[in-house]
């Protein structure tokens, strides 16, 4: 079984400061790790993805994840936000390729300028 | 790339009436959908799992007699709310696990939802 925890359900930066959402995983097997970003009545995209390889992981937009196994962590950062990151952020794992996904309770990021 | 595609976007019905979803994946087949329910400021919650040719598989309190899931071909799923009321209101979300391109791992792609209001 695997669950998501994301730490603060709403983080205000302001533009250009940088962006640290928090996810924690807990998960009985070895995780795959998602962050995906979603805007006001839109489907969900995929920022970047975890999936056993090198453990900072690169995605679009200039963010990133560390995967800290001892941790049990997947924190989102960007050195600098731009306004146009205010969305909705999910934290999510699987157990496997192409498995279904478990859902942390999504973070909203709000820039200010 | 990975392409899926949800059928109405949104729609608003009366209270009792059925609405039927579609999530089509574009350019590639998924013998697995998966749906997703998502309430104003939620998280998305897993409604069930949709097999092609065989029975879908529900979460724990969702009524499978309520939300019927057909998976009719490689590249279809259909979601009917069946009897719907206010309280079924919300943003259904299907995806499907694909490659993404020039990758060899299996990922999901999610179709951009569909807003459902039952009056």
């Known amino acids: 079984a695997q669950s998501v925890t994301q730490l603060g359900s709403h983080v205000s930066v302001s533009e250009g400061a940088l962006v640290l959402l928090r996810c924690n995983y807990s998960?009985?097997?070895?995780?795959?790790l998602f962050w995906y970003v979603q805007y006001p009545n839109q489907g969900l995209q995929l920022l970047l993805k975890?999936?056993?390889?090198?453990?900072l992981v690169k995605g679009i937009n200039g963010f990133e994840a560390e995967f800290k196994k001892s941790e049990t962590s997947f924190h989102l950062t960007k050195p600098s936000a731009h306004m146009s990151d205010a969305a909705e952020y999910f934290c999510?794992?699987?157990?496997?390729?192409?498995?279904?996904?478990?859902f942390g309770g999504g973070t909203r990021l709000m820039v200010k300028p | 790339g990975a392409v899926v595609s949800q059928h109405p976007s949104w729609v608003i019905c009366k209270s009792g009436t059925s609405v039927k979803i579609e999530c089509r994946s574009l350019?590639?087949?998924?013998?697995?959908m998966f749906w997703y329910r998502q309430f104003p400021k939620q998280s998305l919650m897993l409604m069930a799992t949709?097999?092609?040719?065989?029975?879908?598989?529900?979460e724990q309190g969702v009524e499978k007699d309520k939300f019927l899931i057909n998976h009719a071909s490689l590249t279809l799923s259909t979601l009917t709310v069946t009897s719907a009321h206010p309280e079924d209101s919300s943003f259904y979300i299907c995806?499907?696990?694909?490659?993404?391109?020039?990758?060899?791992?299996?990922?999901?792609?999610f179709g951009p939802g569909t807003r459902l209001t039952v009056l």
């Open positions: 949709s097999n092609e040719g065989s029975k879908a598989t529900y």
């Open positions: 998960s009985s097997v070895p995780p795959y």
């Open positions: 999510a794992v699987s157990g496997g390729a192409g498995n279904m996904l478990t």
């Open positions: 350019d590639f087949q998924a013998t697995t």
């Open positions: 975890y999936t056993s390889a090198a453990t």
């Open positions: 995806s499907a696990p694909g490659l993404a391109g020039g990758s060899s791992y299996n990922e999901q792609f």
